[in-house]
């Protein structure tokens, strides 16, 4: 006897282990007590598309970091290309500052397929200046300093009284000298006094 209710055909429910990327065919096949039979069909599979997820950083050196992840992927590519237009196969020792790269992972599988990640990373180092400024007693002056990662400097000078100093030769003021005048000595007359006394 059978499993199955009366009236209804076995039923087989049995799970295999089946690859990816691999077309599959079940044929069922029924036959009746004067083997008369009865066939049917079905394809089935399965593929799992390939991802893939990068990162990509740049440190002040200049000195590039690439990491990432793929799965369901046999091989995985990476470029890199600049806003420069400059492009990268091999990844690069040095990238250049004030300069945008980006990083584009290919995951390809088997069948072909493809997933594709980008991402984008760059550095500037900024400017840094410094100035000494010194004005002897003379009234010379004397201007050095000192700048990185800059292209180009200015320098401009400015005094307390509000006007924009430039470079002059020292100047003497003249001193006015005293004027005298002559002046007639005064001469004091006493003035003639008499005294009286009484007597008595």
């Given amino acids: ?31 009746d007590n004067a083997s008369n039979t009865a066939t049917d069909t079905d ?36 470029s890199i290309s600049g806003s420069d237009g400059s492009s990268y196969g091999p990844f690069p020792a040095t ?34 200046v410094g100035v000494s400024f010194e004005i002897s007693d003379a009234g010379v002056g004397t201007l050095t300093g000192t700048s990185e990662h800059a292209t180009s400097v200015s320098v401009s000078i400015s005094g307390s009284d509000g006007r924009a100093s430039t470079r002059r030769s020292p100047t003497r003021r003249r001193r006015r000298r005293p004027t005298t005048r002559a002046t007639p000595p005064r001469i004091r007359t006493p003035r003639a006094t008499t005294c009286c006394r009484r007597w008595g």
Avoid: K, W
Avoid at 13 to 24: A, Q
Avoid at 107 to 127: I, K
């Fill in 43 to 78: 394809t089935a599979g399965y593929d799992l598309l390939p991802t893939v997820g990068v990162s990509f950083e740049i440190s002040d050196a200049g000195v590039g970091t690439l990491t990432g992840t793929s799965e369901h992927a046999t091989s995985v590519s990476v």
């Fill in 1 to 31: 006897m059978s499993d199955s209710p009366q009236g209804e055909p076995p039923r087989a429910n049995t799970r295999y282990g089946f690859d990816e990327e691999v077309t599959y065919t079940a044929t069922a096949t029924a036959t």
């Fill in 95 to 128: 990238l250049d500052e004030e300069v945008t790269y980006t990083a584009t992972a290919t995951a390809t599988d088997n069948a072909s397929n493809t997933a594709t990640d980008t991402d984008t990373a760059g550095y500037d180092l900024l400017p840094t």
